[in-house]
């Protein structure tokens, strides 16, 4: 069965994250929490900037997908070097610790567009990243339980 690799299990626990991390973030778009999100850091990553189009935002949503799904993978392996007890509490403090690096690396590196963010913005995504952080581990133990009798 493909759900018994490990790795697939992170690549759609990632998927899934990504997904419900993107629809909370637009809607605290709109409800005015924000003025960016994921998408338009992806962009910035690939094309330095924001551009119009529909292009650079298909471009932005699935550097955000791959962005994600890469750190779902890291999840399971390292809930494989520890246990899956816990799960949930590692998740949320895998994805705070995340969500802490990215910004400790925007500083460093001076991203123009983290410098601009409010304390508003911030907690925003400080919760975008915790909600990932829950929905990866759920959707893992949810696959979990239906692949190999070990965990994750």
Do not use: C
Request: avoid cysteine; proline fraction near 2%; aromatic fraction near 20%.
């Amino acid at each position: 069965m493909l759900i018994d690799d490990r790795m697939t299990r992170g690549v759609i626990a990632g998927a899934v994250g990504a997904v419900v991390q993107n629809v909370y973030i637009f809607a605290a778009q709109i409800a005015g929490f924000t003025r960016t999100n994921y998408e338009d850091y992806s962009e910035i990553f690939f094309f330095s900037r924001l551009l119009p189009g529909l292009f650079p935002t298909f471009f932005g949503l699935v550097g955000h997908l791959i962005w994600d799904v890469f750190l779902g993978i890291i999840f399971v392996y390292g809930i494989k070097l520890t246990s899956s007890r816990f799960y949930v509490l590692k998740g949320v403090v895998y994805s705070a610790f995340i969500w802490w690096l990215v910004n400790v690396i925007s500083l460093l590196f001076r991203i123009p567009v983290f410098d601009s963010l409010s304390y508003r913005e911030q907690g925003a995504y400080f919760v975008g990243a915790l909600l990932f952080g829950l929905v990866l581990a759920f959707t893992l133990k949810i696959l979990g339980s239906r692949g190999e009798r070990t965990g994750y």
